[in-house]
């Protein structure tokens, strides 16, 4: 179930403290960055803030997150359908197939 109207405020202010505290998962492992930013993701959007747009405002947040965490992502690898269907069973509870996904759109560094 969607976060109702009148807790939105109140949760997304929750979330975000929460990221701030993790410091943007900046400094985690590939692997760790994926598993926290699938986990962040699935609650954001379960807080649900807008009617249209919800999943393109996500990306575009998450892209941003990815930067600033260190583990930027390959956008030409996207596959829309994979994360529409990634997103949904996050919203079920199973977050592996996103934390997957996320892991396969960072771009390896080298060297």
Do not use: W
Request: charged fraction near 25%; hydrophobic fraction near 45%.
């Amino acid at each position: 179930m969607f976060c109702y109207p009148e807790s939105i405020d109140r949760e997304a202010k929750k979330l975000f403290k929460q990221l701030v505290e993790a410091k943007y998962f900046n400094g985690l492992t590939p692997q760790k960055f994926s598993e926290a930013a699938a986990h962040f993701l699935a609650d954001l959007n379960a807080i649900h803030p807008f009617r249209e747009g919800n999943g393109r405002s996500q990306l575009s947040f998450y892209i941003l997150l990815a930067e600033k965490a260190g583990h930027p992502i390959d956008l030409k690898k996207m596959k829309p359908e994979a994360i529409m269907q990634a997103v949904i069973a996050s919203f079920g509870g199973n977050e592996k197939p996103l934390v997957k996904l996320i892991l396969e759109l960072i771009i390896e560094r080298r060297g």
